[in-house]
């Protein structure tokens, strides 16, 4: 044991010193991964030189080892061998570097794994060549693809002609075209081009003159091209053996170029140009450009400022000031800061400044400042472009005080202003238009399905009718309607406008006003009803002028014969000393006194009706239970009649009325119509109500014995008046029901037909 032992000290000490001399990085680990051996190599390669690493820990030597390089580590330990042509190694100090390695174990005298031998090599400087030329590589593909240069040769001793992808593309043909020496006249745009191409290759095939030639050709798929071609000959042992060259598409460069020009020319119109005052200063703010515009604004020829002043010559301290301030804020300095300069920030301002002729006079500019700086951003001074707007400033003011007094106008008058374009349905509203519609947020694109929208119901029809009749005739008058507002307020307004048409005869726009009538039709209304009202209360005056005048004739008629015949009955009663004569005279006392009263109470309830005020306690009033208790005040009589009784409220169950009078017209209504019975017939009795022509109506019709109206229709209504024989009838009834259904605002009227029944309308 002892001599096995000696024997594999001796192989690792041949192996250390093998190692050490070794031109290549290599080291060997025991199975602690600790350093038995290194080769100077291997020192060199992982920047180690000076150090003595043997003994000390793999992983400790080199931390930045990951977890799973010691993986693999560990599977080698366990006879795995561990091979990689390039990998990077990222360094703890930054670096990275592109390695190889072959990890595999060692064995002792033993046949028994030892530890690990590492043989790597640093291929960073190759790697990174490699990497470099596949950088430029594509560097110039992509410049090839973005110059739009293509590369050919052509073999002299087969006539073979190879193209690069790009040519395939510039010729508008696919890559399985096989060109040939005629591809180029073939392509050639005209006469004078195929000759040129002609000449430049048979000086190059037969002299050996290079080609460097620019034509037009029109491509395979139609596309005019203007390419560059150059060509040269390659010549082994001085016999010419290929030709070989470029083709470039040059078409944008060209137009490019002829675009710049333009540009160019344009800019030195515009330099040159009267309308538009040009300044540029250098980077230490002294004019060096000064065109034939800003002489004629500022009244100074360039002789007299270029190299000599600054713009102060012409600028306002004061606005000098608040630009530099501005400048400042905006790209983030501190104004207290004197080492901020930003005339070295990319400067692009436009805004008014107040420019001060030679003459001294001053007037207004709309100018933009724009800095000229270096790629370094150094400031190499500034450029002003400036347009004299003092009149347009005139003018937009003298517009803004119009503008301001129509806006002050339009809110007197409650009255906005809008804008239509029936054709892009795109609609404009005054900001006093808005307002009257109760918006006050920011205006926005109107369409008609929003102003729509807000038109009232009941007026949708009258609105869209109207529009469309406007589109169509060409004339839009006036129109008046109810609206929403945005807050939910419901106003009265009416439109005015006038219709734009195009060539086609179409309305293309639409332009007028809006102003809110909402008071405007109350006053109006008013007017009517106040109208309406004093009609209504002549004609009950004149009414009520004829009825007192009835009551007059009636009071005086019926209560004189009374009187008249208490009177002779009170003579009597004084002259008789008879007592049973005074005694019968006092019975006919009671008689004609219980007449009498009943004759007073008849005429003072008919002069209350007449007199007192029916509207004082309105109540709504449910006509089916008015109904109900008629009913049962009549259940005597409907029994003892035989009487039926229907109704149909559907369309009207209630209204708001006086009970009293309500109770009544029914109480009078339907005992008559019992009362005046048909003798042959069960009395029907149908109560009805409805609405028409937009007026509340009821209606009692019955199949008893009518009237004759020719001959009593006039007198229908009057008091006392009776048409039937009847132990009852007092003709007070149809008197007071008249009178109580115009002191409520209606009217009532009959239709009637002897012996076939009575209808009775009463139009609330």
Known sequence: MNQLHTDNMLLEKHHQIFIEQTPTAIAMLNKDMVYLAVSKRWLKDFKLEGQDIVGRCHYDVFPEIGDDWKAKNQECLNGAIDVCDEATFHRKDGTIQWIYWDVRPWYNLKGEIGGLLMHTGDITEKKEKELQQKRVDSILKDTSELARIGTWEMDLHTNEITWSKIIYDIYGVSEDYIPNIAT???????????????????????????????????????????????????????????????????????????????????????????????????????????????????????????????????????????????????????????????????INDTRQWTFRHKNGSMFSTLTSIT??????????????????ISKIKKVKNELRNKNELLNLAEEISLMGHWQWNPIEDIGFWSDNLFALLDYHGEPFTITFGIYFEMVHEDDKELVFEHFEKAKKEKIFGKLTHNIITFSGNLKTIQILANVISNEKGEAVKMIGTCQDVTEFKKTEQNLIQAKDNLEIVAQKLASQNKQLADFTHITSHNLRAPVANLNSLMEIYKLSDDEEERLDVFEKFDTVIHRLTLTLNTLIEALK?????????????????????????????????????????????EIEYNPIYMDSIFLNLIGNAIKYKAKDRTPEIFIKTEVMNGRNIITFKDNGLGIDLERHGHKLFGLNKVFHRHPDAKGVGLFLTKTQVEAMGGTISATSEVNVGTTFTIIF
Do not use: C, W
């Open 184 to 346: 180029n006249l073939e392509f050639s745009k005209n006469e004078q081009t195929r000759a040129l191409v002609e000449t430049a290759v048979e000086n190059l095939m037969e002299k050996g003159i290079s080609v460097n030639i620019e034509y037009e050709i029109i491509n395979a798929v139609g596309d005019l091209k203007l390419v560059k071609v150059i060509g040269k000959v390659e010549y082994i042992e001085g016999v010419a053996s290929r030709l070989f060259g470029i083709i470039q598409d040059v078409t944008r460069i060209k137009e490019s170029e002829t675009k710049l020009k333009k540009a160019h020319k344009e800019l030195e119109t515009i330099f040159n140009s009267k309308s538009i005052a040009l300044i540029t200063t250098d980077k230490d703010g002294i004019i060096n450009r000064f065109n034939s515009g800003a002489e004629e604004l500022l009244g100074y020829t360039s002789e007299e400022v270029i190299g000599k002043h600054r713009p102060e010559l012409y600028l306002l301290e004061e606005e000098q000031e608040q630009f530099r301030n501005d400048m400042i804020a905006q790209f983030g300095g501190d104004v207290t800061n004197s080492n901020f300069n930003y005339r070295n920030e990319n």
């Open 371 to 388: 800095a000229i700086n270096t790629n370094e951003g150094v400031n190499e001074g500034f450029i002003a472009v400036a347009t004299d």
């Open 609 to 653: 009706t007449k007199t007192g005020d029916s509207k004082e306690e309105l109540e709504i009033v449910n006509f089916e239970k008015v109904l109900e208790n008629t009913t049962q005040l009549l259940s005597g009589v409907i029994l003892k009649s035989n009487a039926v009784v229907k109704s149909d409220f559907s369309q009207i169950s």
